[in-house]
């Protein structure tokens, strides 16, 4: 699996952006499709997650009802929208691959087999 991640930028505290994540290779519907993001110092952390078979969507607690992952399946692409955005959701944002699991599984960084390059989110205050 390919992953090109693209839309991260500058924004100020409350402002949005929206991530995208251009998918491809194997097929799709096998794979839990997720975003990643490491900020500087920290270790790698999950930040939501979707199943490209039936589009369960998944959230860590920091970012749940301000973000929204969704696929659209004619472009093979991933989207984070990322609203009212705080300072310590600055990071590298990474897309990511990996094989259907349980729950907990997939709120796991270490899980996800495919990783893309990152795109850069600074949040200023």
């Not at 955005?85 to 600055?90: C, V």
Request: net charge positive.
């Amino acid at each position: 699996v390919q992953l090109q991640a693209s839309g991260g930028g500058l924004v100020q505290t409350g402002g949005s952006l929206r991530l995208s994540c251009a998918a491809s290779g194997r097929t799709l519907r096998l794979y839990v499709l997720g975003w990643l993001r490491q900020a500087p110092g920290k270790e790698r952390e999950f930040v939501a997650a979707i199943r490209w078979s039936d589009g369960s969507t998944y959230y860590a607690a920091s970012v749940k009802d301000r973000f929204t992952i969704a696929r659209d399946n004619a472009k093979n692409t991933v989207y984070l929208q990322m609203n009212s955005l705080k300072p310590e959701d600055t990071a590298v944002y990474y897309c990511a691959a990996g094989p259907p699991g349980g729950h907990y599984a997939i709120t796991l960084p270490t899980w996800y087999n495919y990783q893309g390059q990152g795109t850069q989110v600074t949040v200023s205050s």
